[in-house]
């Protein structure tokens, strides 16, 4: 394996879902790694297993802090930019924080590593960027209106990057996540995702409730797939490749009644009794898109990206590691 100590990465939201397989992963790959977190929605338990690895530095700290941006970039070559407070309806329920962590946090850290040098910055963009746009497969050159302050947020996050690239040469690459699942996403909280969330309420016999009838479709994308993306996006050395944004998804789509079917059926193959809970149906939910399809074409030209997981064989993945690591809640 190619010798990476001597490159340092930072990644903020480290301790978070996404973050924590990212630091994971460019742990194993021999890279030193630095996780920025405020624990605010990222957990400890996440990064326990790395705080002995001698090439691991966690620095609590709140993006908002431009001090503690200033800190954590010192001496790194790439930022991978994952810290943010996720969720539509959190982001409808309070816009002011939304904002001051995702677009103000964001400004800090562009400036903090345009200030220290750092070599490219990639950053979690967000699928909820299309917003009114109908056009399915969505390609990255056609977005329409944000629906919602999350979606504004991270659109903003764009054109702050784009700014950056054009004005001060900086490297940026922008990765729009499609519905993100796998190990280590948080079951529990008011603003869980929907995956985990009906993986708790199966395990515990209780009913899902689906919002709306069960048709909107997703993107469901595995966490390896988006590990892989951002692996590429800071590892490419092809000019046309950088100060851009890319879907991160699979480039298929499955409705939310599919969905839940089949996660019943895979959390069935553990608990025979899941096999006959019943499914409910809610109100739809404000705010929501009602399909999101992404085309993968331009990911797989310029970067090289082959998703590894289909949504089925990383939803038996994410079932198989929520059951191993959730036994509080086996009946």
């Not at 992963?25 to 996780?35: I, K, M, P, S």
């Not at 624990?39 to 001698?54: M, Q, S, V």
């Not at 709306?212 to 590990?227: A, E, K």
Request: proline share 5%; net charge neutral.
């Amino acid at each position: 394996m190619q010798d990476n100590s001597n490159i340092k990465i930072l990644i903020t939201g480290g301790a978070g879902f996404i973050g924590s397989n990212l630091c994971d992963y460019f742990l194993t790959q021999g890279y030193a790694v630095v996780c920025l977190d405020n624990f605010a929605t990222g957990f400890r338990k996440n990064i326990t297993p790395f705080l002995e690895n001698p090439r691991f530095e966690l620095i609590e700290g709140d993006i908002r802090d431009k001090a503690t941006c200033e800190r954590a970039v010192q001496g790194v070559t790439y930022v991978l930019h994952q810290a943010a407070l996720g969720s539509v309806p959190r982001s409808i329920q309070d816009p002011v924080t939304s904002n001051e962590v995702n677009v103000s946090g964001f400004l800090n850290m562009l400036v903090a590593s345009r200030d220290a040098g750092v070599k490219r910055f990639v950053y979690a963009a967000s699928s909820s960027t299309y917003g009114d746009s109908e056009a399915l497969p969505k390609v990255e050159e056609v977005i329409g209106k944000p629906l919602s302050p999350y979606a504004i947020t991270k659109y903003v996050n764009e054109l702050y990057a784009g700014i950056f690239s054009t004005t001060y040469g900086m490297e940026t690459i922008g990765l729009r996540y499609f519905n993100v699942f796998g190990r280590r996403q948080d079951p529990a909280g008011a603003y869980a995702a929907v995956i985990p969330k009906f993986v708790m309420q199966f395990m515990n016999h209780e009913s899902p409730v689906i919002n709306g009838d069960g048709q909107f479709s997703r993107d469901f994308t595995y966490i390896d797939n988006v590990v892989q993306m951002n692996a590429l996006a800071l590892q490419t050395t092809r000019p046309e490749a950088v100060n851009t944004v890319y879907n991160t998804a699979y480039g298929d789509r499955t409705t939310l009644q599919d969905m839940v079917y089949l996660l019943r059926t895979y959390l069935a193959e553990y608990d025979p009794v899941i096999a006959q809970i019943p499914v409910v149906y809610g109100p739809p939910r404000a705010g929501d898109i009602p399909h999101s399809l992404a085309s993968i074409e331009k990911a797989q030209r310029l970067l090289g990206y082959q998703p590894q997981f289909s949504f089925a064989q990383g939803l038996k993945e994410a079932v198989a590691w929520y059951w191993n690591h959730l036994p509080q809640l086996k009946k």
